[in-house]
């Protein structure tokens, strides 16, 4: 059984138009992640959260915004979607910080 | 430098072959080593973790050198099925966990 459940699996989005991605976990784990990687690219860390604590990567764009709004539940918020942000986005979980994460299936993002 | 650097690659290697795969890095503050495996266009996998000098699983066993900032992944007998992509990834208490480019490795029957 998907314990990191992510949706949709596929997302085709305008051009400039807000776009969210969703992820929910059944593992009950403080800790969710979401990464960006693009093709033949090492995935790449875009914030975290440590339960409600709110971490953002220094190199992050403005245009990535996230939602927590419980332990289950974690959204990625993409305001004005560029062509340069098509990429696969991963949301994984761990039960505390710096061990091992799960991955859910990804959804892959295409911007026309 | 980069946080984590991986071999290049790509390894192509024949059925039965021993291959390794090795990683750096550069943050000492590092705490939490990981191997995982990433399949064409699917999520990564946990393949291993590495908490000490080292740990074996079957045919796959994870070196660990802190000293030299060095963890590698020797994989004996390698099988077709071992193709793929190996992700060394590094942890930090602070939550940071930092993936390296990865290596592909493909397994001819």
């Known amino acids: 059984d998907a314990m990191v459940i992510q949706n949709p699996r596929y997302q085709v989005t305008q051009f400039g138009k807000p776009v969210t991605l969703s992820c929910s976990q059944t593992l009950n784990h403080n800790v969710m992640y979401w990464y960006q990687q693009k093709s033949s690219q090492a995935p790449k860390l875009l914030f975290h959260y440590y339960d409600k604590d709110f971490n953002n990567e220094a190199d992050t764009p403005d245009n990535f915004q996230s939602r927590r709004p419980n332990t289950s539940f974690c959204f990625l918020d993409i305001r004005s979607p560029g062509l340069g942000d098509a990429a696969m986005y991963l949301c994984?979980?761990?039960?505390?910080?710096?061990?091992?994460?799960?991955f859910g299936q990804g959804t892959r993002l295409t911007v026309v | 430098r980069k946080e984590v650097e991986q071999d290049p690659g790509p390894f192509n290697v024949p059925e039965g072959a021993t291959v390794a795969f090795n990683c750096t890095y550069s943050?000492?503050?590092?705490?939490?080593f990981f191997w995982y495996r990433q399949d064409c266009r699917k999520e990564p996998k946990l393949l291993m973790s590495?908490?000490?000098s080292g740990n074996e699983d079957g045919r796959f066993t994870a070196q660990l050198n802190k000293a030299s900032q060095y963890v590698s992944l020797p994989i004996r007998d390698s099988q077709p099925s071992d193709s793929a992509t190996y992700l060394c990834?590094?942890?930090?208490?602070?939550?940071?966990?930092?993936f390296g480019q990865g290596t592909i490795l493909t397994v001819h029957p």
């Open positions: 990834v590094l942890g930090t208490s602070y939550g940071k966990l930092t």
């Open positions: 590495v908490y000490s």
């Open positions: 994984a979980t761990s039960r505390i910080q710096g061990i091992e994460a799960f």
């Open positions: 943050n000492s503050a590092s705490q939490s």
